[in-house]
């Protein structure tokens, strides 16, 4: 099998051809010895299949960052059979800065002249084949997005891989051609793989060069004692930059032919930006867009007619038992639900129906009671709980997903650098961050492009309190049971809330951090924003069908298992051979009262008393996995025998409400904890592998923070609802310990001065 290595700018494209190229066969692991994603993927149109390796995207090949480090060697170490160069051909120059540098290795090579539809948007237009006969190399262009011309590209790559390639440099006009030229020479001599590349790095004394052929350095300082460029002096690197820009603009600009030759001239997206990246306006439409896109996921009543005028329900229009009420009740009944809660209640009913089928079933075979328990109460109820989660959390990352294709998040990087950089770390580092809104383990994983450790340590440490799609079903449920039982209105008020919390306790965190333990200097953030483009509807399948395909794995998985756990625990006591007990009497009861005086400080402690403990048992499954908490809630309910294991999400959180007494601060802070605590076992183990030792204190801090985080809320919200002791004590309290850290961090910052 053949292998192409896929090489290219960031934001050029790239990652959207890989996803056209491999779809379902691509796989994400890590370079052997390096802590960088390594994306693989199997393209299978072709005589043979080929193996297609997604390179980190990089501006050069220069050993500046682990991206470029990585490629550099796979491209010279691995010898892939062709490399596809990506280029944006809306920024041709700067895309063949890096082009001019692969052509230095001895590697069959192809151009991918992609997002070509923009550049004939624009009105401009780039002759292929005259680019193609400039370069020496084949020109294929492509629209990665819309899938064009992809299959000419495998095939014109397919039939490069035949011929070997010498490599060749653009460096012939430039002051230092000669001294290139016979740093060429000597590294041949040596049998020096690649030398036209080894030469130039030598020559701009790249590091790693110097380090493995330290025998021919010299030629290089013999010329320099010789030498001396009226602009760049004895600054070989930047003479050979200039060198590239000089030969791109001479040779190769002139393939393509711009419209408006006015250098100055706004396009679509910069107009676009005028108002989305505004220095006053950016945020607040940023924090807009977010409640629209909870409201059309969570809200139910989401044309917010009730408030004006009543419909009337399906009792009162007449509608009759059967099939097509159930499935008119997940669109209507009195109000019109959101598009995310009409998904949640169509995979609800199914979970159901398909449930009580199976119950049915059971029974019918004279099944003993434990067994009915086991099937019903174990399996069935955990996991149609988390189940009927599934579509709306789907729904929310697909619109996640649209932000992020079409290159509104790579704005909203640029708009909170603004802001995350007053408080100590850069734009740069809130890229991970807005990952953590689909999962926290690739968002820690992205942290490996942060060149400064301390930003990466307060980076993964805030990660956890950007809300990941497994949090959904906890915030969805305990929203939607709090506005179902107190009859508080719509959830999706709470679920923005409880968002907007999450990125202020990241700032806070972030702010105590860089003021103390990890105060350091700020990296410098420079991005390129990628123009507006439609998202492709093939890579958000791909990317969803990626997301869905891991949680359905964990549900059927750890979540099995860990109801099945809960079952068993909450039906039999520490003598279970002696067979079912009331769940009062319950081996998880036991242990759940014992752990319940530690929540009391968060409204679901002590003070609830008899099944209170029920919160705090959920609180601690969810610490192996956020997706156990309604599991939980599902296997509880069921055991308490008030509804039937088809009941599932909201309503058996409605039950025990009911039966705990647990009010809306507790609750609150409820969702508090979840959304900040230890996210899961596998970020857990994500952070190990990013941080090392240092993980422990990252744990501590997630609990220390979600616990203060709790007690915060829960006394605060507690003062809305009824002035109690605890409630002001706690208010005392929190306002000394602020004025405390205050006074502590101006003393720390007087002892320990930062280091210019």
């Known amino acids: 099998m053949k292998n192409f290595a896929l090489a290219g700018n960031p934001n050029c494209g790239k990652t959207t051809l890989f996803n056209a190229l491999t779809g379902s066969t691509a796989h994400v692991g890590n370079w052997p010895g390096v802590t960088v994603d390594k994306k693989e993927g199997v393209y299978k149109k072709l005589e043979e299949n080929v193996n297609v390796v997604d390179l980190p995207g990089?501006?050069?090949?220069?050993?500046?960052?682990?991206?470029?480090?990585?490629?550099?060697?796979?491209?010279?170490?691995?010898?892939?059979?062709?490399?596809?160069?990506?280029?944006?051909?809306?920024?041709?120059?700067?895309?063949?800065?890096?082009?001019?540098?692969?052509?230095?290795?001895?590697?069959?090579?192809v151009i991918a002249l992609n997002m070509m539809d923009a550049?004939?948007?624009?009105?401009?237009?780039?002759?292929?084949?005259?680019?193609?006969?400039?370069l020496g190399l084949p020109v294929i262009p492509i629209s990665a997005l819309r899938s064009e011309g992809i299959h000419e590209l495998m095939e014109r790559a397919y039939e490069s891989a035949k011929t070997p390639r010498a490599g060749v440099t653009v460096l012939e006009e430039s002051a230092i051609k000669h001294l290139v030229w016979d740093v060429k020479i000597a590294l041949s001599a040596q049998k020096v793989e690649n030398p036209v590349f080894h030469a130039v790095k030598l020559v701009e004394e790249d590091e790693l060069e110097v380090e493995a052929h330290k025998d021919i350095l010299h030629m290089v300082d013999e010329f320099k004692s010789t030498f001396d460029d009226e602009i760049f002096g004895t600054d070989f690197e930047s003479l050979i930059a200039d060198g590239r820009y000089k030969y791109i603009t001479k040779n190769f600009s002139p393939a393509l032919k711009r419209k408006n030759k006015n250098p100055l001239r706004m396009t679509t997206s910069d107009k676009v930006d005028r108002v989305l990246t505004h220095k006053i306006w950016g945020i607040p439409i940023f924090l807009a867009i977010l409640f629209a896109m909870f409201h059309l996921t969570f809200s139910e009543n989401f044309l917010g007619i009730g408030t004006l005028f009543s419909l009337p329900t399906l009792d009162e229009i007449g509608v009759g038992e059967g099939i097509g009420r159930d499935l008119l009740a997940c669109v209507y009944d009195g109000v019109i639900y959101s598009p995310g809660v009409i998904l949640f209640n169509l995979m609800d009913l199914l979970t159901a129906t398909l449930s009580g089928w199976i119950s049915g079933g059971v029974m019918s075979l004279g099944a003993s009671d434990w067994v009915m328990g086991f099937v019903s109460d174990g399996v069935l109820a955990g996991i149609s709980g988390v189940l009927s989660f599934v579509p709306q959390i789907v729904f929310l990352l697909l619109l996640l997903s649209i932000l992020e294709d079409t290159g509104y998040m790579a704005r909203v990087a640029f708009i909170l650098d603004r802001i995350c950089r007053k408080f100590g770390v850069s734009g740069r580092a809130f890229i991970p961050m807005i990952m953590g809104f689909g999962c926290s383990v690739?968002?820690?994983?992205?942290t490996r492009t942060l060149a400064d450790e301390k930003e990466k340590v307060m980076t993964i440490r805030a990660i956890p309190f950007f809300t990941c799609g497994a949090k959904v079903p906890v915030l969805t449920g305990v929203a939607g049971a709090i506005a179902m039982f107190f009859n508080t209105g719509n959830a999706d008020i709470i679920t923005y809330s409880m968002y907007v919390l999450g990125l202020v306790v990241a700032v806070v965190t972030i702010i105590a951090m860089h003021s103390t333990t990890q105060r350091g200097e700020i990296t410098p953030f420079i991005m390129e924003l990628p123009a507006y483009h439609l998202p492709s509807g093939r890579a958000l399948m791909i990317h969803l069908w990626d997301k869905v395909k891991h949680y359905v794995k964990k549900v059927f998985t750890i979540i099995l298992a860990s109801t099945i756990v809960i079952w068993f625990l909450s039906n039999f006591s520490w003598a279970f051979w002696n067979g079912l007990v009331a769940i009062e009497d319950s081996i998880l009861a036991s242990l759940g009262k014992?752990?319940?005086?530690?929540?009391t400080p968060?409204?679901?402690?002590s003070q609830l008393g008899g099944l209170g403990w029920m919160f705090v048992v959920a609180a601690i499954t969810g610490l192996i996995a956020k997706e156990n908490v309604i599991a939980t809630f599902a296997a509880l309910s069921a055991v308490l025998g008030s509804v039937v294991a088809s009941e599932s999400g909201v309503t058996e959180i409605a039950l025990i409400i009911a039966k705990t007494g647990i009010t809306i601060p507790g609750l609150l802070a409820f969702i508090v904890f979840n959304m900040t605590t230890i996210p899961c076992f596998a970020s857990v183990a994500t952070a190990k592998g990013e941080l090392g030792r240092r993980v422990w204190w990252t744990i501590l801090f997630w609990m220390v923070t979600s616990m203060c985080s709790g007690a915060v809320v829960y006394a605060f919200a507690t003062m809305f609802t009824e002035w109690s002791t605890w409630s002001i004590l706690v208010s005392v309290l929190f306002v000394i310990v602020a004025v405390l850290s205050v006074v502590l961090v101006r003393r720390y910052n007087k002892l320990h001065p930062k280091k210019r």
């Open 58 to 109: 990089i501006y050069s090949l220069s050993p500046y960052t682990p991206e470029e480090v990585v490629a550099r060697n796979y491209i010279l170490d691995e010898k892939p059979d062709c490399v596809i160069n990506i280029i944006d051909a809306t920024n041709l120059e700067r895309n063949l800065y890096l082009t001019t540098q692969i052509m230095e290795i001895d590697v069959p090579m």
């Open 602 to 605: 968060l409204g679901f402690g």
């Open 594 to 599: 014992l752990l319940q005086p530690i929540f």
């Open 119 to 134: 550049v004939e948007k624009a009105g401009d237009k780039i002759d292929a084949k005259d680019l193609e006969a400039r």
């Open 442 to 446: 690739p968002a820690m994983i992205n």
